[in-house]
C-alpha cells in the first residue's frame, strides 16, 4: 500500500478539495491519504476535517500547533507514525494528479533507491472548476519545476534515517536535507519523467519570500555541518498534548508576566531589550511582545503637513525626521520584527516551554513566551 502524506496549515477548502477529488480517481486504490493539519485555525480545520469524510481513503490528523512556526517535518513525521503502507509518498496540498500516478507508482521498485517527481506550474488564470484531463492543453506541462520535497520513498529506508528533522523548521531546505540523507544511506535518488507521471500545481501567491532569512541562513549552515543522516535522537513526530501548550490555556494568565509594547519608531535597541527580558525570566514565567506597525503617512495630505508643522514647534529635527522616515520605510516593519522572531525562538526553542505567534503582515504581531 502507498501511504500519501499531505502536511498543510491554513489551506482554502477548494485546493483541498482539489486534490483529494484528483485521487479519488486514480485507476487503482491500493493508497491510503492522511490529512496532516499543522495548526490551522478553528473554522478552517473544521471545513477541512468535514469535507475529508467525504474521501473513504482520507483520515484527518490535527495537530496541536496553532501558533507555533510552521515545521513540515514534524506534520510529515506525525503522518509518518500513522501509516499502514510501506511506501510514503509527500504530497503538497496543492497539488492534483492524472488518473494513472498512483498505479505507476505502485509498479516502482524501491530497492537501494528513492524517487522524486515534478509538478507542472499551472498559471494564476487557469480556472481549475472547468479542469478536464481529457481536454487538458499539453502547453501547460512545458512549465514544470522539480520540488525536492515532493518524494516517494520506502516506509523502511524513511524510518532508518528517522523521518524528517525537525530542527528545520519555517520555509525550506528539510527536502534537501532528507534526500541529502537518504543518499548517505547509499540509495540512488531517481527523477521520475514528468511526462509520465503528471502532476499540476494549484496557481497561488507567493507565500514566502525569494530573499534569504536569517534563519534560512542558519539552516543552510546547519545542513551543512551536520552530517549525522539519523535525526530526531529524542523522537520523532511526538504529538504535542494539548495540556503543553501553555500559552493557550486558562492558566496563562495566571502567569508572571513581562510586557514588551513597542512604538512605531522602534530602535535596534529594541532587539536588545527582547534578549534581555528572555534571559532574564524565571522559570514558568512569560513575556508578551506587541508591535503594530504604523501606516505610511503621505506627506502631500493635510493631516501629515499639520503635523510636520505642530510637531517641529514641539520637539525640532528629532521626531520629524521619525515622521519622514516613515515616508521612505526606515522603521521597524512587521515582517522584519516576525523574521527576528522566527530566528529568535528558533534557535533558543530548548528553553521555551511554550510560544505563540499572531502575525498579521503589514499589521500587527502579538507574541507569547513561557520560559521551560
Known amino acids: 500500500m502507498i501511504s500519501i ?72 513525521n506525525v503522518g509518518a507514525n500513522n501509516i499502514k503502507g510501506d511506501v510514503i509518498m509527500i504530497v503538497d496540498v496543492d497539488l492534483v494528479f492524472a488518473s494513472d500516478f498512483i498505479c505507476k507508482v505502485s509498479k516502482l521498485s524501491f530497492e537501494g533507491v528513492f524517487y522524486n517527481y515534478k509538478c507542472h506550474y499551472l498559471p494564476s488564470n487557469y480556472d481549475y472548476n472547468k479542469h478536464n484531463w481529457k481536454d487538458f492543453n499539453s502547453n501547460y506541462l512545458k512549465n514544470s519545476g522539480l520540488a525536492p520535497g515532493l518524494v516517494i520513498v520506502s516506509k523502511n529506508d524513511f524510518f ?8 528545520f523548521q519555517g520555509w525550506g531546505l528539510e527536502d534537501n536535507d532528507f534526500c541529502s540523507r537518504l543518499k548517505a544511506l547509499l540509495l540512488d535518488q531517481v527523477y521520475l519523467n514528468h511526462l509520465e507521471f503528471i502532476s499540476l500545481h494549484q496557481w497561488h501567491p ?59 519608531f522602534l530602535s535596534i535597541t529594541a532587539f536588545n531589550d527582547i534578549y534581555t527580558v528572555f534571559f532574564e525570566l524565571r522559570s514558568n514565567t512569560a513575556m508578551e511582545i506587541e508591535y503594530i506597525e504604523p501606516s505610511l503617512l503621505d506627506s502631500n495630505s493635510y493631516k501629515y503637513k499639520l503635523k510636520d508643522i505642530i510637531l517641529s514647534f514641539v520637539i525640532r529635527d528629532k521626531i520629524i525626521n521619525n ?43 502579538h507574541i507569547r513566551v513561557v520560559k521551560k
Open 206 to 264: 507567493e507565500s514566502y519570500s525569494n530573499v534569504p532569512t536569517i534563519w534560512y541562513i542558519n539552516l543552510l549552515q546547519y545542513m551543512h555541518d551536520n552530517k549525522s543522516f539519523p535525526r530526531n535522537g529524542n523522537g520523532m513526530g511526538l504529538v504535542l498534548e494539548s495540556n503543553l501548550r501553555v500559552c493557550l490555556s486558562e492558566e496563562y494568565v495566571k502567569l508572571p508576566r513581562t510586557k514588551l509594547s513597542f512604538n512605531q
Open 323 to 365: 515622521y519622514r522616515s516613515l515616508l521612505s520605510h526606515n522603521y521597524l516593519t512587521t515582517e522584519k520584527l516576525y523574521e527576528f522572531m522566527v530566528n529568535f525562538l528558533s534557535i533558543n526553542r530548548q528553553q521555551c516551554l511554550d510560544y505563540y505567534i499572531k502575525y498579521l503582515p503589514k499589521k500587527s504581531l
Open 5 to 76: 502524506i499531505i502536511p498543510y496549515r491554513n489551506r482554502e477548502p477548494e485546493r483541498v478539495t482539489n486534490c483529494l477529488a484528483s485521487l479519488a480517481e486514480q485507476t487503482c486504490d491500493d493508497f491510503e491519504v492522511l490529512l496532516i493539519d499543522s495548526g490551522s485555525d478553528q473554522i478552517t480545520a473544521e471545513c477541512i476535517k468535514n469535507l475529508s469524510q467525504e474521501f473513504h481513503f482520507c483520515r484527518y490528523l490535527y495537530l496541536n500547533t496553532n501558533g507555533l512556526i510552521w515545521n513540515k517535518s514534524y506534520a510529515i
Open 160 to 167: 532508518a534515517i528517522r523521518g524528517y528533522d525537525e530542527y
